[in-house]
DNA sequence: ACCGTAGGTGACACCCAGTGCCACCGGCAA
DNA sequence: TTGCCGGTGGCACTGGGTGTCACCTACGGT
């Protein structure tokens, strides 16, 4: 019992230096560019070394990107435990809005993060690395439930689109102000699911 | 006149120089892994200098892949070129699986490059960074066909989505040996214009 | 034939991300 | 006190990428 509580303590305060670490780097690559900023003003304006930054975040990128696994790992249990007798497509819809149904207090931070993501081509460039463990994740829950194998067709091509999808609400979320997140997760997701149905409609 | 030629003969020297390089290139990243190798066995390979590999190639990513701007710039002149009372996503369907039709002779230098891309997480990530010009050039292509402004939802969504389709079928093409580029992406295309269709048969 | 120029090249110095190694310091248990 | 252990900082090193300078070569003009 003890040595539990030592260790959620350990990593508690192990979140909270990362934590710091974060907002550190979020703030001066906002301000000055992710190129411009080094990890030794990084480190500076933490309070830490420069080995101890790497030693937390692991890459610069990384300070970024944040404890995007946990999305994943999140991701995953939901599409886990998605029921059954919904339509596969739905349920990935469903996932990928409830994953990131963020708390207001969080969508500052979230914002910051995105514009960095998006905008620097570094972080756009790592994007895709991370992306591949969310297809990996998705193209195995296709695949489970329609019984062909992760690596057919249309598992990957779920999963890339929808991904696709969500990240082309993310663009939109951040470029115009008014809209939700939700909401453009829910415009993307139908038009894609309907196979742009919008496209139709003048011709 | 003479002015013109000397120019041709010119840049068809360093054309050369760099296809070298890029063979050099990919023939060591292919045998010992992309991170493995250094530049300087690269340009040692290659018989030129540390120096003269960045000017001819840029950066160690852009060695892998080649000229992948003229590449943009042909799906662009193809979908400009588009007959007008063709559907939007037709013309983008089309345009992808022209620009994709490689002679025979290349494709073994494009299963090298393909197979170093979506296996070497460092050229993975370089790919989003490549995809961004691609989905650019799409998605105005499908604003001016709907005439919408090229960032709304659906010139970004078919951008994106169309995209993923087609690196997607590329996967599958790079996976088993005896589907054709072209058929992956028929197969690709067709799944998703329309909606995904063999998600809905079991249900 | 001579000279000036421009482009390609190589060598060198430099910056910066990332890693391995070691030494140190704190707390904690025996 | 002693020994251990996790976090930390310092240091050196690798490797990608860039700026700069000197050289050399090929070409055009005189």
Same mark, same amino acid.
């Given at each position: 019992?003890?040595?539990?509580?030592?260790?959620?303590?350990?990593?508690?305060?192990?979140?909270?230096? #990362?934590?710091?670490?974060?907002?550190?780097?979020?703030?001066?690559?906002?301000?000055?560019?992710?190129?411009?900023?080094?990890?030794?003003?990084?480190?500076?304006?933490?309070?830490?070394?420069?080995?101890?930054?790497?030693?937390?975040?692991?890459?610069?990128?990384?300070?970024?990107?944040?404890?995007?696994?946990?999305?994943?790992? #999140?991701?995953?249990?939901?599409?886990?435990?998605?029921?059954?007798?919904?339509?596969?497509?739905?349920?990935?819809?469903?996932?990928?809005?409830?994953?990131?149904?963020?708390?207001?207090?969080?969508?500052?931070?979230?914002?910051?993060?995105?514009?960095?993501?998006?905008?620097?081509?570094?972080?756009?460039?790592?994007?895709?690395?991370?992306?591949?463990?969310?297809?990996?994740?998705?193209?195995?829950?296709?695949?489970?439930?329609?019984?062909?194998?992760?690596?057919?067709?249309?598992?990957?091509?779920?999963?890339?689109?929808?991904?696709?999808?969500?990240?082309?609400?993310?663009?939109?979320?951040?470029?115009?102000? #008014?809209?939700?997140?939700?909401?453009?997760?829910?415009?993307?997701?139908?038009?894609?699911?309907?196979?742009?149905?919008?496209?139709?409609?003048?011709?």
């Amino acid at each position: 019992m003890g040595i539990v509580t030592e260790t959620m303590v350990a990593a508690d305060a192990r979140e909270e230096t #990362r934590a710091r670490i974060e907002q550190a780097a979020l703030d001066l690559f906002t301000a000055q560019g992710f190129e411009a900023v080094t990890i030794d003003e990084v480190a500076d304006a933490a309070g830490i070394s420069r080995r101890t930054f790497f030693r937390h975040c692991g890459t610069k990128a990384d300070a970024v990107w944040g404890q995007f696994d946990g999305h994943v790992v #999140r991701l995953e249990g939901m599409l886990a435990a998605a029921a059954a007798d919904q339509p596969v497509l739905a349920s990935v819809y469903a996932a990928y809005v409830e994953v990131n149904d963020y708390a207001p207090a969080d969508l500052p931070m979230l914002r910051q993060r995105m514009r960095l993501i998006l905008t620097e081509p570094a972080l756009l460039a790592h994007s895709q690395v991370r992306y591949a463990d969310v297809d990996r994740v998705v193209a195995a829950h296709v695949a489970r439930r329609t019984g062909v194998a992760p690596d057919a067709l249309v598992p990957r091509l779920v999963a890339t689109s929808t991904r696709a999808a969500a990240t082309t609400a993310f663009e939109l979320w951040l470029a115009d102000g #008014r809209i939700t997140l939700g909401t453009a997760l829910h415009q993307a997701f139908d038009e894609l699911a309907a196979g742009f149905p919008s496209l139709r409609l003048p011709g």
